[in-house]
């Protein structure tokens, strides 16, 4: 059996995803021995012909980027969005609740106006083109990449939880954030994370982005009960939350 | 079977002693609650606890465990582990949780990785001695408990009285150095924490017996209060989770880097999670919030409540501590139904 | 008290494979033990195939078959499509079988037939047929109801004509939308009931298809005077471990992977979460 051919591809980010790949140390080499990597700049040249996998990681904020990035997708059998800001916008989609005119003079201050700095809204990558897998997190949890590399090369696709951080913060028995009037975004939240944030004390960002039926209503709702407010919350899921398919509820 | 008196130094030496010679797992503090947890030495242990996070039931049915292992040929073997280990401190009910989950574990077909385990252990029971916020014990009749373990701890002002109930117990008995014989009146004061308990685990007040619950429930199919109420529900499945009496699990397979061989594990799985009862292919047999959340409910006071012929909730009262959006309290949504 | 894990699957090995059509696949295996299922017509299996997975698979074939078993498989899920792309020669894990028969050899016996299929429902009922087929003394006349969505989806069409063309059985067949070499009926299952002529007290119905298909089946069993005893439904639900512990296949306070997947109606009527 041949190794799978398996491209990496960064767009807007931090590239701290691709950092969690290279810190799975020793497990790396058993990644190697399973898969094919191509390099970037060889992958892009069109004599290495067609990928197994395609990781893109990062977010499409320039309209030059998504022609490139339907150029991988051509190229790609199974193409997955890899960390937050590719498969959900992740921290990228805040600027989009600003004018972007704005966004620019107060990043780049008077070197704005400079050709090489356009940008457009932010967009996952499912909103250029289609994407098969998703592995979600900012940054992405290791344990969960390597089982999903092994399910792609397997040629089974992975469980990826669609149930909230809550189940698994319950499975580490933590005491929840809300038992300290603390905001957790757990309840609406993706798992897959093993609930890294509340097992370090902290309440859940929301970094995976909803679980596909999140109860918003429940979450406004319940804001009173712990003494806050809808705008306490929105400010909470404002960090990954922002231009979210259900943001605006 | 035999009944000794110990203070706490004579208490601290034994459970030392004990933790020598074997594993012992005890409720310690974890942050300003508590958890079952490796117990290092005998002043970790909490016996003053309330409620603990998690059930021991973990360590029977663990959060995850290995079911089985395959190998590059395909052939699949089983996994048990056969350590023996001692549960130290276990309120009477969960004691009463563990004996249902050991009924529904052997019975019909016979669970070797539960029952594996639960082999394995040495349950010390511990009467409780603080309430816990929302225990209502008190109104399920586990309270106290009179079977079920191997040894039960009670506080009686200074002192503690422990007494046998098995042979696993009894031998533990044996390495207690130096315990007293009990007096009738430290009998009786026993006799009076039990009362006290019984009273004093009620938190909730649940306005009928629990035996009218399965009753009740045959007749509130249709009730408003399971719309009313699950409009608020996360389906976050946190109340199925912490539960001592729930034990539905999801299986998985992960292979190795060599994709050939490979465990199959199984996990705590929730019926309140969206996909709890949905097939491959999609159609969910149970995809309405409403139904999900009603089916705990029947399952704990009619379904498993019929075939045990025990109400299958034991008044632990995580369910109502760990519920964020504050509904799955059971008195609450019994007490409307009536 | 048995140490036997109950969680453990037997190997068994694929004899033959054959695609029937788009997404379904048939398949025929044999245990490496030798020893035979010793099954009914309309369990089920837990098949595993090795790092992949475990998935409820009805069984196909009748016990009157002996040596080998059968199963028609729709590629839905991560075990089924990794069955696909198994070859004769490779090894599968089996538990089972599992749950409720349809009742051959007892109510059945000695009846009048009518077996309403829709879509793979067709798969454990083929079970049935072939079991009545090979004890054909045993039962009365034998009438097929089977609606497929386009003809193209048609399972077991060889069979069908061959049960055709049996003395005392009806094969009426339906689909939702025909195509243009397709001269036969065209309507929902339920459009092919009024077509057949049944004594209801001598008659025995079994119903079995997508979940949508047995309260207007049922129906329309009703209008026909139909006993609710007389009915028999095989239901799908998510049956993970088929020994009654997960708890993912109840209905109520059901477990239909020990109490099913065959019901007599009249006994899940009043089950809310049933049909
Ligand atoms: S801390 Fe957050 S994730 Fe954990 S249980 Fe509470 S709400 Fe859920
Ligand atoms: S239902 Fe709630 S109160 Fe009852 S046993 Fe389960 S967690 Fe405890
Ligand atoms: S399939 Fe697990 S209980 Fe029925």
Not at chain 3, 107 to 121: A, E, Q, R, W
Request: aromatic share 8%.
């Amino acid at each position: 059996m041949s190794k799978p051919k398996l491209a990496i591809f960064d767009f807007t980010c931090c590239e701290g995803c691709q950092l969690q790949i290279v810190n799975l140390e020793e497990e790396i080499l058993n990644l190697i021995s399973l898969v094919n990597p191509v390099e970037w700049r060889e992958a892009m040249s069109e004599h290495i012909g067609n990928y197994d996998i395609a990781l893109i990681e990062g977010s499409i904020t320039r309209p030059e980027d998504e022609e490139k990035l339907r150029r991988i997708r051509k190229r790609a059998k199974i193409l997955v969005a890899l960390g937050s800001c590719a498969s959900t916008g992740g921290v990228n989609k805040l600027k989009n609740n600003f004018d972007l005119q704005e966004v620019k003079h107060c990043v780049y201050g008077q070197a704005a106006d400079m050709p090489h700095l356009h940008t457009a809204p932010t967009k996952a990558i499912d909103e250029v083109v289609q994407v098969d897998y998703k592995i979600y997190g900012c940054p992405i949890d290791r344990r969960e990449f390597a089982y999903i590399v092994r399910c792609l090369a397997l040629g089974k696709s992975p469980e990826i939880p669609d149930y909230p951080v809550c189940v698994e913060c319950k499975l580490q028995e933590n005491i929840c954030r809300y038992e300290y009037d603390e905001i957790c975004l757990g309840p609406v939240t993706r798992a897959g994370c093993g609930a890294r944030c509340p097992s370090c004390a902290t309440w859940c960002f929301g970094c995976r982005g909803h679980i596909e039926e999140p109860n918003l209503s429940a979450a406004k709702e319940i804001m009173v009960r712990y003494g806050k407010t809808f705008q306490d919350l929105k400010n909470r899921m404002n960090i990954f939350g922002s231009k979210q398919r259900y943001a605006d509820e | 079977m035999s009944i000794k008196k110990l203070d706490q130094a004579a208490l601290d030496t034994w459970v030392n002693k004990l933790i020598a010679n074997q594993s012992v797992y005890g409720v310690q503090a974890k942050g300003e609650r508590f958890a079952f947890g490796p117990l290092s030495k005998a002043e970790d242990l909490r016996l003053d606890y309330d409620v603990t996070i998690l059930p021991p039931k973990k360590y029977f049915q663990p959060q995850r465990e290995d079911l089985l292992e395959f190998n590059a040929k395909g052939e699949y073997t089983s996994v048990t582990e056969t350590e023996p280990f001692i549960l130290f401190g276990v309120h009477p009910y969960d004691v009463v949780a563990i004996a249902q989950m050991d009924t529904i574990f052997s019975a019909d077909n016979y669970d070797v990785h539960y029952m594996t385990r639960r082999h394995n252990a040495t349950i010390v029971a511990c009467d409780v001695q603080n309430a816990s916020a929302n225990v209502f014990a008190g109104c399920m009749n586990t309270a106290t408990v009179t079977k079920g373990f191997d040894l039960l701890l009670t506080k009686i002002g200074e002192f503690y009285l422990a007494e046998a109930k098995t042979p696993k117990g009894e031998k533990l008995l044996t390495d207690l150095p130096g315990g007293l014989e009990p007096g009738n009146l430290d009998l009786a004061r026993r006799e009076q924490v039990w009362k006290d308990n019984t009273g004093l685990l009620r938190k909730h007040k649940l306005k009928c017996n629990p035996q009218e619950l399965p009753g009740l429930l045959e007749k509130s199919y249709y009730a408003p209060v399971w719309e009313a109420k699950a409009k608020l529900c996360f389906s976050c499945g946190s109340c199925n989770l912490v539960c001592p009496t729930c034990y539905c699990f999801d299986v998985q397979d992960d292979v190795n880097w060599d994709l050939q061989s490979g465990k199959r594990t199984r996990a705590w799985d929730g019926c309140l999670l969206k996909d709890f009862a949905a097939v491959a292919g999609g159609h969910n047999f149970r995809s309405s919030r409403t139904d999900r959340y009603r089916h705990r409910f029947y399952r704990k006071a009619k379904y498993v409540a019929e075939k045990l012929n025990q109400i299958a909730c034991v008044g632990c009262g995580r369910c109502i501590s760990a519920c964020v959006p504050k509904i799955a309290n059971p008195v609450e949504v019994f007490n409307e139904l009536l | 008290m048995s140490n036997q894990d109950i969680y453990v699957p037997q190997p068994a090995t694929l004899l033959k494979k054959q695609p029937m059509t788009e997404y379904e696949t048939f398949y025929e295996f044999k245990l490496d033990s030798g020893c035979e299922l010793g099954h009914g017509p309309g369990q089920f299996l837990e098949i595993s195939v090795p790092g992949i997975g475990e998935a409820p698979i009805s069984i196909s074939s009748s016990p009157t078959q002996a040596g080998i078993f059968q199963m028609v498989v729709r590629r839905v899920g991560n075990v089924t499509t990794a069955l696909s792309k198994l070859g004769p020669g490779d090894k599968v894990g089996v538990r089972g079988p599992f749950g409720t028969k349809f009742p051959v050899d007892e109510v059945m016996k000695g009846k009048d037939i009518l077996l309403v299929c829709g879509g793979i429902g067709l798969v454990p009922v083929r079970s049935a047929i072939n079991y009545i087929l090979d004890n054909r003394r045993d039962y009365g006349r034998l009438t097929i109801l089977y609606g497929v969505k386009t003809p193209a989806d048609r399972l077991f069409a060889e069979e069908l004509a061959q049960w055709k063309a049996t003395p005392e059985v009806t094969v009426l067949e339906t689909v939702d939308r025909g195509d243009e070499a397709w001269d036969g009926h065209v309507g929902v299952i339920t459009t092919l009931l009024p077509l057949v002529q049944i004594n209801p007290a001598q008659t025995i119905a079994v119903i079995c298809g997508p979940p949508v298909m047995y309260r207007f089946v049922l129906k329309e069993l009703a209008k026909m005077a139909m006993e609710d005893e007389s009915i028999f439904v095989s239901l799908e639900r998510r049956m993970k471990c088929g020994v009654g512990k997960c708890g993912h296949c109840q209905m109520n306070d059901l477990y239909v992977c020990q109490k099913g997947p065959v019901f007599k109606y009249s006994e899940i009527k009043e089950v809310m979460e049933a049909i």
